[in-house]
C-alpha cells in the first residue's frame, strides 16, 4: 500500500514551445514551410488551419520568436489597442471564433487593414478555413478568404507519436518503451485523440507505481473508444 508520505501528487504542465520542440514530419512539412516563408506571404498575411491539438499554438509561438510578434485571442480583440497592434508582426489565435461577434469581427477586420497598410506580417490561427467561417461582415469575410491557407492535417503515424511523446513529457510522464508503439497501432489517429489519452493517462498512472505501462494504455484506450453502453455490459 502507498503511504500518505508517498501518495502521488498532481505536477503541473509545462508545455514547450520552441522551435526544438515541434517535430516536423510529412505531414505537417509543408504547413511549417508556408509559416517559415513568411516573408514572401501574398499581401503579408497567412491563415494556419488545423484541428485542435495539432500544434497551431505552438507554431503560433514559434513565429512570434522568429519575427517579435504579439499574440492575442480573437475574443480579446475588442479590447485591445488596435493600432499598436499594427506597428509590428501579430499572430491573431482562434480567428474563426470571432465570427459572429460584431465587435471581434469589426477589430479583426481593422487589425488586419492597419497591419497591411504598415507592411507588417499577419498570421492567424484557426480550426477550419475562411470560406467555413459564419462570418457577418462582408469586407472582413472577403479578405479572410482571400488569405494564403497552410492546413496541419490529420497525423501520420511517425507525427502521432512525436506528439504523445511531447504531451507525456509536458506532463513530466515517462511511459515505458511498448506504450507508444502500441497507442500509435491502435489508436484513432488525430490529435484530440491524443490529448485525450495523454489527459488520463497521466491521471490514471498517478496512484499506479509502476507508471504508464502498455496494460493501463491499453486499458484507458479502451474506456476512451469504447461506447459507453458496450463497457456497461
Not at 515541434?22 to 514572401?40: E, K, P, Q, T
Not at 480579446?76 to 493600432?83: E, K, S, T
Not at 484513432?188 to 489527459?199: D, E, H, Y
Amino acid at each position: 500500500m502507498i503511504g500518505p508520505e508517498q501518495l502521488p501528487l498532481p505536477l503541473p504542465v509545462r508545455t514547450a514551445l520552441g522551435r526544438e520542440d515541434y517535430f516536423v514530419g510529412g505531414s505537417n512539412a509543408l504547413a511549417v514551410a508556408l509559416m517559415d516563408n513568411w516573408r514572401d506571404w501574398p499581401s503579408g498575411k497567412l491563415v494556419l488551419v488545423g484541428p485542435g491539438g495539432a500544434g497551431k499554438t505552438h507554431l503560433a509561438h514559434v513565429w512570434a520568436a522568429e519575427t517579435g510578434a504579439a499574440i492575442i485571442g480573437a475574443a480579446d480583440l475588442p479590447g485591445a489597442d488596435i493600432p499598436a497592434l499594427a506597428t509590428a508582426p501579430v499572430c491573431v489565435e482562434n480567428a474563426d471564433r470571432s465570427a459572429g461577434d460584431r465587435a471581434a469581427e469589426e477589430a479583426l477586420f481593422h487589425l488586419h487593414n492597419l497591419a497591411l497598410a504598415q507592411r507588417q506580417p499577419l498570421m492567424v490561427t484557426a480550426s477550419a478555413p475562411p470560406a467555413l467561417w459564419p462570418l457577418t461582415l462582408p469586407d472582413l469575410k472577403s479578405r479572410m478568404e482571400g488569405t494564403q491557407t497552410a492546413t496541419l492535417p490529420d497525423p501520420d503515424d511517425t507525427l502521432l507519436a512525436a506528439v504523445l511523446v511531447k504531451q507525456l513529457a509536458d506532463r513530466q510522464c515517462v511511459p515505458a518503451p511498448d506504450v507508444i508503439p502500441y497507442l500509435v497501432r491502435h489508436m484513432p489517429r488525430s490529435f484530440a485523440m491524443a490529448q485525450a489519452l495523454v489527459k488520463a493517462l497521466d491521471a490514471s498512472a498517478m496512484s499506479r507505481p509502476k507508471g504508464i505501462t502498455r496494460a493501463l494504455a491499453r486499458a484507458v484506450l479502451t474506456r476512451l473508444v469504447t461506447p459507453p453502453e458496450e463497457l456497461s455490459e
